[in-house]
């Protein structure tokens, strides 16, 4: 008569285990507070110590550039290239690139150039301006064309070195840019025009390397030339003006 009854029971074996549960349940939550706590100063204080390791490798990083002993190297280069194709043109041009040269085979750099287009037209073209200007020879009557223009190249320089540097040896190099027709008017060809929008400019040459003194070396080199854009117009079809040329490189490098 003095044992409680089955549902009494059950009920306190339940408060019983609710109240365990709960308790758990609470000190988890302060263990999960107490590790969190624990991570973020370890996070703050690991990354307090990683900036401030940077910062004490900064000095170290730019010094070398800076008393060039990083192996710093500059080119001037002279290049004269001859079109090929219906719409064509020549250009003679002088850039220099700056960059470090990163193994004995490999040099990476940024340039700057100047180059004068010289735009190859019929002799008809100038005598018979009233032509069809659809088909036939004439300025455009909506386009200010002109034969010669001044164009300006900017590019990323790679420059691979064949053999012992020290001695005669070979050398590719890739320049990839834009370039741009300075002034107003565009470039006017046989069948089209070259305009002053941005032009994909890429130009690649390989040839001879030869050693004069310790950095210094004269670089010989065939060279091909590529200027494309979707915004060049084309008389004769829908295509957009690609102008090719191949020519030769001389560069001055130290």
Not at 2 to 16: G, M, T
Not at 136 to 144: K, M, T
Not at 164 to 171: E, G, L, P, R, Y
Request: glycine share 10%; aromatic share 12%.
């Amino acid at each position: 008569s003095h044992l409680p009854s089955a549902p009494k029971l059950l009920a306190r074996n339940l408060r019983y285990i609710s109240k365990y549960f709960s308790n758990t349940l609470t000190n988890m939550k302060r263990i999960a507070s107490l590790l969190a706590a624990i991570a973020v100063l370890i996070g703050s204080s690991s990354a307090s110590a990683q900036y401030y390791e940077i910062a004490n490798q900064l000095p170290g990083l730019l010094s070398p550039a800076l008393s060039g002993s990083f192996k710093y190297k500059g080119f001037v280069d002279i290049s004269g290239t001859a079109g090929i194709g219906d719409n064509r043109a020549n250009f003679l041009g002088v850039s220099t690139t700056q960059g470090f040269q990163y193994a004995s085979w490999f040099f990476m750099g940024v340039g700057l150039g100047v180059d004068v287009a010289m735009a190859h037209q019929p002799e008809i073209y100038a005598d018979a301006p009233s032509l069809d200007p659809d088909y036939g020879y004439g300025p455009h009557p909506y386009y200010d064309g002109k034969k010669t223009k001044a164009m300006i190249p900017v590019f990323s320089d790679f420059r691979f070195n064949i053999g012992d540097t020290s001695k005669t040896s070979f050398f590719i190099d890739l320049k990839i840019g834009a370039a741009w027709l300075i002034g107003n008017g565009d470039l006017a060809m046989e069948n089209g025009y070259l305009s002053t929008s941005t032009q994909f400019y890429l130009k690649p040459t390989a040839g001879v390397r030869i050693p004069i003194s310790g950095k210094q070396a004269v670089n010989i080199g065939v060279t091909y030339q590529l200027l494309t854009s979707n915004n060049n117009y084309c008389r004769r079809n829908d295509d957009s003006v690609t102008l090719n040329s191949l020519g030769a490189t001389i560069a001055f490098e130290w």
